[in-house]
């Protein structure tokens, strides 16, 4: 229904904007007194995906922590890394931090980051998830990031990631390098480093 203004209306909305004006709205005050620690050690990862981590120093500093390290964090992975007690704070897709929390591992997820930034490369021959059947996918590493992922876009369409998908593993060749060669039909790829090898194949 269309509500002509009319001058009353409008006198009555202006009146109410004014009365809001006069109440005050309790400020959100902070925990008060000094931090419990003023130390935090974060995990360091590289790339364009991890900058909200880098963009928190500042943050924190001004929260009043003064001691704040990024660690490097060797395999197994930030998750591990967590539960060891070796970092405070990390950054890491939501399936890693699914398989250590279900192993009983002492990680608490506190919000999520970022949608994903990774894209499954094939051959011009595969469309889609369902036709990597039979085919060679690239990995660094069985349980590596890269095959969780595949096996969960499998398995979501239906295929057996265990029967239907040929994995290729090889711990001393980059996946990228073995599609170039044509060794096998996909691998994913987290940016920037896949782009150069989009002529030999598709992106997913």
Not at 85 to 114: C, E, H, N, R
Not at 125 to 142: F, M, N, Y
Request: hydrophobic letters at 45%; glycine letters at 10%.
């Amino acid at each position: 229904m269309l509500i002509t203004p009319t001058r009353r209306r409008f006198l009555t909305a202006l009146s109410v904007a004014g009365a809001a004006g006069l109440v005050r709205v309790p400020r959100a005050v902070g925990a008060d007194g000094p931090l419990e620690t003023t130390s935090v050690r974060i995990t360091k990862n590289q790339g364009i995906c991890y900058a909200p981590q880098y963009v928190a120093e500042a943050l924190l500093r001004d929260e009043g922590f003064r001691d704040i390290r990024f660690v490097d964090t060797p395999p197994p992975g930030v998750p591990t890394a967590i539960a060891r007690g070796s970092v405070d704070f990390g950054m890491a897709y939501a399936p890693q931090f699914m398989l250590d929390i279900d192993a009983g591992a002492a990680v608490k997820v506190i919000g999520g980051v970022m949608v994903g930034c990774v894209e499954l490369f094939a051959r011009e021959e595969v469309r889609g998830v369902t036709d990597l059947k039979g085919k060679r996918v690239g990995v660094e590493a069985i349980g590596s990031l890269p095959n969780i992922l595949v096996v969960l876009m499998a398995a979501h369409v239906g295929l057996d990631p265990v029967k239907d998908i040929d994995w290729v593993t090889d711990p001393k060749v980059n996946p990228k390098e073995l599609f170039i060669d044509a060794k096998i039909d996909a691998f994913v790829g987290f940016p920037p480093s896949p782009r150069n090898c989009v002529h030999a194949g598709s992106g997913t």
